[in-house]
């Protein structure tokens, strides 16, 4: 049973900085290309950054190109995502996604706001 489960949200102030964590179950992680999306209230859900299975390649959303980086640990099955110079339309349930199902995680919250 593939399962991802997302932490590391919260409320930040703008400018601040938040790591988000992405832990798999359930499949060969090391495997497959992993990925961060993003959905605000009333907006579509949107990729913010993905990167390949052994790590080789990266690539972001223009809107967040310079401040977010994603990166893996192969031997935790673990994707992580750190978020710096934060903005308020950051704001967003992020989401990881991946596997050989492209399943997804139940997401977590963050919140940019003074």
């Known amino acids: 049973q593939v399962q991802l489960v997302e932490s590391g949200g919260g409320l930040v102030q703008p400018g601040g900085s938040l790591r988000l964590s992405c832990a798999a179950s359930?499949?060969?992680?090391?495997?497959?290309?992993m990925s961060w999306h993003r959905q605000a209230p009333g907006k579509e859900r949107e990729l913010v950054a993905s990167?390949?299975?052994?790590?080789?390649?990266?690539n972001y959303a223009d809107r967040v190109l310079g401040r977010f980086t994603i990166s893996r640990d192969n031997a935790k099955s673990t994707v992580y995502l750190q978020m710096n110079s934060l903005k308020p339309e950051d704001t967003a349930a992020y989401y990881c996604?991946?596997?050989?199902?492209?399943?997804w995680g139940q997401g977590t919250q963050v919140t940019v706001s003074s």
């Open positions: 996604k991946g596997g050989p199902w492209g399943s």
């Open positions: 990167i390949t299975r052994n790590s080789g390649i990266t």
């Open positions: 359930g499949f060969s992680f090391s495997s497959y290309s």
